[in-house]
């Protein structure tokens, strides 16, 4: 009977063939149409944070909270891909959220905002902000709630089209965030010799690298970590090295300023 109900697809298809038609052009749209975006994590440059999965969970989702020392608490939550976002509130489960469209089929979801950054309707470009990290809702503390959605069902969530893992407990699986980060950096020179190039803003934290002398570098983000003490001054501000993929203190880099001007926070 399977055999029976197959012949008019066969007869169809036959009848196109010999019109010189095929099925394949339309098989490559659908294709298309569900490509992933290129999706980024959702906080800013530079930052790292550790993730979990709560059996409990809707979906796929993955709960982030900070792990380099930052507040996780008043941190922006930023798009993780280009698309339109929209506002919602649900206080008795995932509290002030944004969904992003991004198009395709695919959606995300950034829940537990203290504060929206975008209204309803915007056309929001990948690493701006959103919302503001918060605990509203069904929250027992301060993280983005966050997933990844295809035709409204839940997927395994990729960052810069590498899979997670789904850890059942946090401090067991770690990402630090691109997003953001912008193309090139702003231009600024180092000072002194053999200064030391961290994996985060701490003084324990890897060396990635050491300059040498005196570098021009470029800087993509700065935030603030621990404090250090060289020639007479102290500053807790470190920036991220564009080419060096690391960090270093302010108090190496050839301004007077402890904060740099014009150049973003991680």
Request: proline share 6%; charged share 10%; glycine share 12%.
């Amino acid at each position: 009977m399977r055999f029976l109900r197959r012949l008019p697809a066969l007869f169809v298809a036959a009848l196109m063939a010999l019109a010189g038609l095929s099925v394949a052009p339309a098989q490559a749209r659908e294709a298309g149409a569900t490509a992933a975006p290129v999706f980024k994590a959702p906080y800013p440059c530079g930052q790292r944070w550790t993730y979990s999965h709560h059996s409990a969970e809707v979906r796929r989702a993955l709960d982030f909270v900070r792990s380099d020392g930052g507040p996780t608490a008043g941190t922006p939550v930023l798009a993780s891909a280009a698309g339109t976002a929209t506002r919602y509130s649900q206080p008795s489960g995932a509290g002030n959220y944004v969904a992003i469209d991004h198009g395709g089929g695919w959606k995300t979801y950034y829940f537990h905002l203290s504060a929206y950054s975008v209204p309803s309707g915007a056309s929001v470009a990948q690493g701006q902000q959103i919302g503001v990290t918060g605990s509203t809702g069904n929250s027992s503390g301060a993280h983005i709630h966050y997933e990844q959605l295809l035709n409204g069902v839940g997927q395994n969530i990729v960052i810069n089209g590498a899979g997670l893992s789904y850890p059942g407990s946090y401090n067991q699986a770690y990402l630090t965030s691109d997003n953001g980060c912008g193309g090139s950096g702003l231009p600024f020179n180092t000072w002194g010799s053999g200064v030391n190039v961290r994996s985060d803003a701490r003084v324990s934290a890897p060396v990635v690298t050491t300059l040498a002398g005196p570098t021009a570098v470029r800087v993509l983000c700065q935030k603030q970590g621990d404090t250090v003490n060289a020639e007479g001054y102290s500053n807790n501000w470190w920036s991220k090295l564009r080419d060096q993929n690391g960090f270093i203190s302010n108090i190496y880099i050839d301004h007077p300023d402890a904060k740099l001007p014009g150049v973003p926070l991680c």
